[in-house]
């Protein structure tokens, strides 16, 4: 089996690499550990990258370097004439992965889309907390629980979603990484053992590649599902291998030890270009990287202090030294390559002296905070520490001592999400499905708050708007709310709004079938590597 061709002792590994005839592995140069292997508590690209991605499926998915959503578990669904009411018809013969720890005796089914869903949903529900913590980020920031009445399972194959509202965005949602479908036998089996926790670390799917074994912050590996639905995979067996430093994956790519890496650093970008033996595709990012400001606690609560707070940072500085080419400056939440956009917004100008005046108007002297920085570096951020060390030089200069904080990543998206955070905290997002309503109402929205919303800021104005937009079919007329919406954004200045990345992918030659994608997904189904 493949499963037992991952399990090699490490010279064999290193054997892979130099092309020896043992399976066809490729290893990617991942930049950080997942937080879990159940994708719908999470909302980081990375812990995407290593659950839904290669382990999943969703009842629609996109197709490759697009938006554009087909028939994954679900075959084909029909909408009510109201928009009410979305039936799926599921795929037949689907089924779920034979590992160490779980045998199937079934197929995938209905019960499986049900339970995947009212998990997340339902308060009573034995899954909705099952594990110290766990928390339905994506679910909640995207009203999810307000918009479902009802899921209903017609028969085996057929399951059909009620909805209290019509939801323009809803069948693409349904193809976001939240939305993968977990095996309810394997839950049930946890759950008669008391090993519910299990649900995260050792998972089940339907997905191109099957889960082995993770080793914590260094390497998860993968084998390739030889019953998986959509075909065996081109390759045998993928390893992720942990490798935060961006430096440090250039030196591995280039020295043969992986095959694809993310996020290099810009400055790399040259050396990694000349290497007779990488690719370096790039693409235009949709993405935004920002500063959020906790609006519910003083003195950021007072909008005269964020505007004055985003007029003190210089983002020529931050694209020149933290970009280096590969960025444009943000002046909005959604970037300027996708529909919605407000190209008439005027941005914050850059002006320390204006920026000092109007602290102290606003009766702020001495101001000390916290910036809190990533750990990782992201397509929206490359290098937050730096970004952070320019911005608290920023704000010195018009008075305000600022403090830089740290953290493990996964505890960094945990605490940062607290509504009681102290500090204004960097990040970012990369959009999910081509939609605003993904950046607007997830990272904004009320619902939001104490989840995605890290400014913690609810505004009934800009929620009304957004909330319209959702229920509204007409793409023009959603256009015109989203503008406003963001109208509303940039007077009350939740977050600075810093960057618009590049995105880079350097790979070797040998890769072949990879595939770039604008909403920042690391996928490798039905990649390559030549002999």
């Not at 951020?381 to 970004?387: C, E, G, I, L």
Request: hydrophobic share 40%; with cysteine.
């Amino acid at each position: 089996m493949k499963l037992m061709k991952t399990l090699m002792t490490a010279t064999a590994f290193v054997a892979v690499l130099s092309g020896s005839a043992y399976a066809k592995t490729l290893v990617y140069c991942s930049e950080g550990s997942p937080e879990g292997f159940d994708p719908a508590p999470y909302t980081a690209g990375t812990t995407f990258d290593a659950s839904s991605r290669p382990i999943y499926n969703r009842l629609v998915q996109f197709k490759k370097g697009s938006s554009e959503t087909e028939p994954g578990l679900a075959e084909s669904y029909e909408v009510s004439a109201d928009g009410l009411e979305y039936t799926f018809k599921l795929r037949h013969g689907v089924k779920f992965h034979t590992t160490d720890w779980f045998t199937p005796t079934r197929e995938f089914n209905a019960d499986d889309v049900v339970f995947s869903f009212e998990r997340q949903w339902k308060a009573d529900h034995p899954w909705y907390a099952y594990s110290a913590g766990i928390s339905w980020e994506y679910f909640n920031s995207m009203s999810m629980g307000d918009l479902l009445k009802d899921i209903v399972k017609v028969d085996d194959y057929t399951v059909k979603f009620v909805l209290n509202r019509p939801e323009a965005p809803f069948i693409a949602n349904l193809a976001m990484d939240f939305a993968s479908i977990l095996s309810k036998e394997y839950a049930d089996k946890l759950e008669a053992a008391g090993t519910k926790e299990l649900l995260n670390t050792q998972p089940v799917g339907t997905g191109p590649f099957q889960f082995v074994n993770y080793q914590q912050d260094a390497v998860i590996r993968y084998a390739s599902f030889d019953d998986y639905w959509g075909g065996v995979e081109p390759i045998d067996d993928l390893v992720f291998a942990i490798t935060t430093d961006g430096a440090v994956r250039a030196q591995k790519l280039q020295a043969g030890e992986c095959h694809v890496m993310p996020y290099p650093n810009p400055a790399d970008l040259d050396m990694l270009r000349a290497d007779p033996n990488l690719t370096v595709m790039e693409q235009e990012g949709l993405n935004i990287g920002y500063l959020a400001y906790n609006t519910q606690m003083p003195p950021f609560d007072k909008v005269e202090v964020r505007k004055a707070l985003n007029m003190a940072i210089n983002k020529q500085a931050i694209l020149d030294a933290v970009f280096q080419g590969a960025g444009v400056a943000a002046k909005n939440p959604i970037p300027p390559t996708m529909w919605g956009y407000n190209d008439a917004i005027q941005d914050d100008p850059y002006d320390p002296e204006a920026a000092k005046k109007m602290l102290a108007d606003a009766g702020v002297s001495n101001l000390s905070m916290k910036i809190w920085a990533m750990p990782v570096a992201r397509p929206y951020n490359p290098d937050a520490r730096r970004m952070a060390e320019l911005i608290q030089a920023d704000f010195a200069a018009v008075g305000v001592t600022a403090e830089i904080v740290s953290m493990e990543w996964g505890e960094y998206l945990a605490q940062s999400s607290a509504i009681d955070r102290d500090g204004a905290v960097l990040l970012g997002w990369t959009g999910d499905n081509g939609d605003p309503d993904n950046f607007l109402a997830v990272l904004l929205g009320c619902d939001a708050v104490g989840s995605a919303n890290r400014a913690q800021w609810c505004n009934k104005e800009f929620d009304d708007l957004i909330q319209k937009a959702k229920v509204t079919s007409d793409q023009a007329e959603r256009t015109k709310l989203y503008e406003e919406a963001q109208v509303v954004f940039k007077r009350e200045a939740p977050w600075a709004t810093i960057a618009h990345s590049v995105v880079f992918m350097p790979m070797s030659k040998k890769v072949t079938g990879y595939v770039m994608d604008p909403k920042g997904t690391h996928a490798f189904d039905g990649v390559d590597i030549a002999e």
